[in-house]
């Protein structure tokens, strides 16, 4: 099996009594592209910074290639950190920047600028290796400080929110910038981000945090399709809760679950088991919801619509179910268009049971 690069290993970081990161345990293997996720606050920076050698864990270990590196300041480790003011150095011009890394280890002035000028080129930045730094645009600068951080060729890249200061056109750009070099130089990247479109554009796994914990590990897609609790599924988005109790099972494998709006069907993640009485969480996709007058699947619900919203290639339909339950429906344009909703009309949501979800984590 092949060894990780980097490992969390019980990791936790106290700031005094504040518990910022809380037992932390992440494998990050050579290659991957890793996003680490959640709200403000909730300890990305404080783990990104640990792993650059920043901050101090208070408890656990973190290794990189086997060797513990907690004691190991900055400088002395290969994790080299671009965040999102960059930190460019201004009395210095483009050139000068990417090579400083290399100055500092004392690597010969013409090997360096050899080195410094194939980062430049490699990242399109060849015609401004002369250019002061305030004479670049957003992008630009980007570009300089990835440079800078590559020219040493480190093992491992770590990101801190290096998109949030462009606007959406440029950060899409640059998205494709950044998964093109870290596929074709094979490093791995880390990647601290408050927004889910760049981690799932980007990441092959995202890590999602709350409050100091990780509340799962898994690609875009895993994390999405199969939420371990109601934090992720709320985090991922456009996901219905529904709770009941378990009544029993069908011979399609299905749990029936019984709740105040009537029983319904649901499917069991695997590893997970239940037994009439349980109560359960069950996760419901937007998009897994149709919409009609003359129902004629099991699980169904009774509704009244609300409101709508166009979410660019897609329409949100806010729905009231009664008992103060609303429900989210997700549909193209076409099918909304063909739907013809009003506010108010009654309506009914119906899905297929396997596409309810019971999350494994409540
Ligand atoms: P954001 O998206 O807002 O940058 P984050 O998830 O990166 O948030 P962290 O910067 O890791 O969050 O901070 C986690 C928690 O630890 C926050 O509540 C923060 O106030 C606290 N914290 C971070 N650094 C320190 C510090 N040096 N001293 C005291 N508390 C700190």
Not at 26 to 43: P, Q
Not at 64 to 93: K, M
Not at 334 to 342: E, F, I
């Amino acid at each position: 099996m092949t060894q990780p690069l980097v490992v969390f290993d019980n990791v936790v970081k106290h700031f005094g009594s504040y518990l910022a990161v809380e037992r932390m345990n992440l494998e990050i293997y050579k290659g991957e592209f890793v996003a680490i996720m959640g709200s403000s606050g909730c300890g990305k920076t404080t783990t990104l910074r640990m792993l650059a050698g920043l901050d101090k864990p208070s408890e656990g270990e973190i290794r990189l290639n086997g060797e513990r590196i907690n004691d190991l300041y900055s400088w002395e480790r290969e994790t080299p950190l671009v965040w999102q003011n960059l930190a460019l150095f201004p009395f210095l011009n483009v050139l000068e920047n990417v090579e400083f890394g290399l100055r500092m280890r004392g690597m010969a002035k013409a090997e360096r600028r050899k080195k410094a000028l194939h980062w430049l080129e490699r990242l399109g930045l060849e015609e401004f290796a002369a250019r002061d730094i305030s004479q670049l645009s957003g992008g630009q600068r980007q570009r300089v400080a990835l440079a800078r951080s590559l020219v040493t060729e480190p093992p491992i890249l770590l990101l801190d929110e290096p998109l949030s200061a462009l606007d959406a056109n440029l950060s899409v750009r640059m998205q494709s910038v950044l998964t093109g070099l870290q596929k074709d130089l094979g490093i791995t990247f880390v990647y601290v981000t408050h927004s889910q479109s760049e981690a799932f554009a980007m990441a092959d796994r995202v890590v999602i945090m709350s409050r100091g914990r990780v509340e799962q590990i898994g690609s875009p897609q895993e994390v999405f399709l199969e939420p371990h609790n109601r934090f992720v599924a709320e985090f991922v988005g456009g996901k219905n809760i529904l709770t009941g109790t378990v009544t029993g099972f069908d011979d399609a494998g299905l749990v029936h679950v019984g709740s105040e709006h009537g029983e319904f069907q649901a499917r069991l993640p695997d590893g997970k088991s239940v037994a009439p009485g349980d109560l359960v969480t069950v996760c419901l996709s937007a998009e897994h919801i149709d919409l009609t007058a003359q129902p004629g699947r099991p699980n169904r619900l009774a509704c009244t619509v609300v409101g709508e919203e166009f979410i660019g290639s897609m329409v949100n339909i806010h729905l009231e179910a009664g008992g103060g339950l609303e429900l989210q429906v997700q549909k193209p344009h076409a099918d909304y268009d063909r739907l013809g909703l009003h506010g108010g009309q009654q309506i009914f949501a119906e899905w297929d049971g396997a596409r309810a979800l019971i999350l494994r984590g409540e």
